[in-house]
């Protein structure tokens, strides 16, 4: 999809409507349970003022607006507790880049709320005085924020935009473009995976119907050993028999380990078997076939949904796929997925040689690795890019998803060893998921329930993002 984004000349042409609505107002509270997308809520002079900021894409970006359909849950983001109570001083544009920079004074200090929405990696960070970095959506190497160097040509191009309410309103338009699509091929990508599933199955099927429908044949080849029973002995790997219905002699192979009346007891068996079998093999296929219809049909009507509400019809068939989906994913992932409140990744292992596949197989050596301390459990995984830390809050997720997934689960409370993976290798042969650590530092928790139920939500979420 071809999206015209967020430009610099746009944030220039906004900042005197956000100098004139929000400076000097009082920040009351952040709504928006995704900490990539959400609502600050400030006041000034007895009036509610809101600034959305987006920090995903397809169109990082932010301005003004009256929409009231965000989700409040301003305890549980990670910035409310950092701007409770602070009051916004001045806003800026840095380097006259897509850089917006709100300096706020609390009743302790003085901090600033630095947004980069950049299309490829949009940020936020929270900076003191100093400009080091006390908290940020994605962590970074460094410990001091520094802008990208200046861009001569970002504001050369004038702004279509001279308002919030224009930009809001062409960019939700593009968005909910953007989403449609992206919906689409999800949905398209499920119904085909499952549309091969089912071809597959019906190869299946097919190949087990002809073998079954040589039932009478190995029956057949039973009653010609019979006729040569005398002749038989263990071991025999072949035997030549005088087979009465083609009139000619032939050769059946034996399985040179099964006593004469084994081989027999063998290829009757079979015949039944395959017999039994054949009753039910013929709607079995037909029901495939019929699957395989259905789905055909559902891939071409999603060509033709164009709103989200026309997407939500395919409900009821997505929901058996990605029931089979889930099941085939859990079978073959040795972790449990879960997400931060910052939406970094977190594994959890499944068990004793899940844990040793998933931390010296699938982890890589920059990622963060933690346990309980002294206690059996599961390991857990965060993944970061290399050079770049876990922010403060999802380490306190994984903090209680190692403490919730350990034998100290009962007693709530429990110190929890934390490293990355580099440091971690294998106790020896034979001892899956057992390790030795060569540096790590120990964190005694409590298990906070709160936090605890916010973990499964997110992950109940992700699994229904269908519904």
């Given at each position: 999809?071809?999206?015209?984004?967020?430009?610099?000349?746009?944030?220039?042409?906004?900042?005197?409507?956000?100098?004139?609505?929000?400076?000097?107002?009082?920040?009351?509270?952040?709504?928006?349970?995704?900490?990539?997308?959400?609502?600050?809520?400030?006041?000034?002079?007895?009036?509610?003022?809101?600034?959305?900021?987006?920090?995903?894409?397809?169109?990082?970006?932010?301005?003004?607006?009256?929409?009231?359909?965000?989700?409040?849950?301003?305890?549980?983001?990670?910035?409310?507790?950092?701007?409770?109570?602070?009051?916004?001083?001045?806003?800026?544009?840095?380097?006259?880049?897509?850089?917006?920079?709100?300096?706020?004074?609390?009743?302790?200090?003085?901090?600033?709320?630095?947004?980069?929405?950049?299309?490829?990696?949009?940020?936020?960070?929270?900076?003191?005085?100093?400009?080091?970095?006390?908290?940020?959506?994605?962590?970074?190497?460094?410990?001091?924020?520094?802008?990208?160097?200046?861009?001569?040509?970002?504001?050369?191009?004038?702004?279509?935009?001279?308002?919030?309410?224009?930009?809001?309103?062409?960019?939700?338009?593009?968005?909910?473009?953007?989403?449609l699509q992206k919906e689409k091929k999800e949905i398209q990508a499920l119904f085909?995976?499952?549309?091969?599933?089912?071809?597959?199955?019906?190869?299946?099927?097919?190949?087990?119907?002809?073998?079954?429908?040589?039932?009478?044949?190995?029956?057949?080849?039973?009653?010609?050993?019979?006729?040569?029973?005398?002749?038989?002995?263990?071991?025999?790997?072949?035997?030549?028999?005088?087979?009465?219905?083609?009139?000619?002699?032939?050769?059946?192979?034996?399985?040179?380990?099964?006593?004469?009346?084994?081989?027999?007891?063998?290829?009757?068996?079979?015949?039944?078997?395959?017999?039994?079998?054949?009753?039910?093999?013929?709607?079995?296929?037909?029901?495939?076939?019929?699957?395989?219809?259905?789905?055909?049909?559902?891939?071409?009507?999603?060509?033709?949904?164009?709103?989200?509400?026309?997407?939500?019809?395919?409900?009821?068939?997505?929901?058996?796929?990605?029931?089979?989906?889930?099941?085939?994913?859990?079978?073959?992932?040795?972790?449990?997925?879960?997400?931060?409140?910052?939406?970094?990744?977190?594994?959890?292992?499944?068990?004793?040689?899940?844990?040793?596949?998933?931390?010296?197989?699938?982890?890589?050596?920059?990622?963060?690795?933690?346990?309980?301390?002294?206690?059996?459990?599961?390991?857990?995984?965060?993944?970061?890019?290399?050079?770049?830390?876990?922010?403060?809050?999802?380490?306190?997720?994984?903090?209680?998803?190692?403490?919730?997934?350990?034998?100290?689960?009962?007693q709530q409370e429990a110190d929890i060893c934390i490293t990355q993976r580099k440091?971690?290798?294998?106790?020896?042969?034979?001892?899956?998921?057992?390790?030795?650590?060569?540096?790590?530092?120990?964190?005694?928790?409590?298990?906070?329930?709160?936090?605890?139920?916010?973990?499964?939500?997110?992950?109940?979420?992700?699994?229904?993002?269908?519904?």
């Amino acid at each position: 999809m071809n999206t015209k984004n967020f430009s610099a000349a746009q944030l220039k042409t906004l900042l005197p409507e956000f100098e004139k609505h929000l400076k000097g107002s009082t920040y009351l509270s952040c709504n928006g349970a995704d900490p990539r997308r959400f609502v600050l809520f400030f006041e000034k002079n007895g009036k509610k003022e809101a600034l959305f900021l987006c920090m995903e894409g397809p169109i990082p970006r932010c301005h003004l607006t009256e929409n009231r359909t965000f989700h409040s849950s301003s305890s549980s983001h990670p910035l409310h507790s950092i701007l409770k109570g602070a009051t916004l001083l001045a806003i800026e544009q840095i380097n006259a880049d897509r850089i917006l920079k709100m300096h706020f004074q609390s009743p302790h200090h003085m901090f600033s709320l630095i947004c980069e929405f950049f299309t490829r990696h949009p940020n936020y960070y929270i900076t003191d005085r100093t400009g080091q970095i006390l908290f940020s959506l994605f962590p970074l190497p460094h410990s001091h924020y520094q802008p990208p160097s200046k861009n001569p040509s970002s504001l050369s191009n004038s702004s279509a935009f001279t308002s919030s309410k224009e930009v809001e309103k062409i960019y939700d338009q593009l968005e909910g473009e953007w989403i449609l699509q992206k919906e689409k091929k999800e949905i398209q990508a499920l119904f085909q995976r499952e549309w091969k599933r089912m071809q597959k199955k019906l190869k299946e099927l097919e190949k087990e119907l002809a073998e079954c429908s040589q039932w009478e044949q190995v029956k057949h080849e039973g009653e010609l050993l019979k006729s040569q029973f005398s002749s038989l002995k263990k071991g025999m790997r072949e035997i030549n028999v005088w087979d009465w219905l083609q009139n000619n002699p032939r050769t059946l192979q034996l399985s040179g380990t099964l006593t004469p009346q084994e081989e027999l007891a063998h290829r009757f068996k079979k015949a039944k078997k395959l017999h039994g079998a054949l009753s039910h093999l013929p709607a079995q296929i037909e029901r495939i076939n019929q699957k395989i219809k259905e789905l055909e049909d559902r891939i071409r009507e999603l060509e033709s949904a164009e709103t989200i509400e026309a997407l939500k019809s395919f409900k009821p068939q997505l929901k058996p796929i990605l029931s089979v989906k889930e099941k085939i994913e859990k079978r073959q992932l040795p972790y449990h997925e879960y997400r931060s409140s910052t939406g970094l990744l977190m594994w959890v292992g499944k068990n004793a040689k899940a844990n040793d596949s998933m931390t010296f197989t699938l982890a890589n050596g920059s990622d963060w690795w933690l346990h309980a301390q002294g206690i059996p459990g599961s390991h857990i995984v965060i993944r970061t890019l290399k050079g770049r830390d876990p922010d403060p809050e999802t380490i306190a997720d994984a903090l209680q998803l190692a403490l919730y997934f350990s034998k100290a689960k009962e007693q709530q409370e429990a110190d929890i060893c934390i490293t990355q993976r580099k440091y971690v290798s294998r106790l020896g042969k034979n001892q899956p998921g057992k390790v030795q650590i060569s540096k790590h530092k120990t964190v005694w928790i409590r298990f906070d329930p709160q936090r605890f139920q916010a973990i499964k939500q997110r992950q109940a979420e992700k699994k229904d993002s269908f519904g």
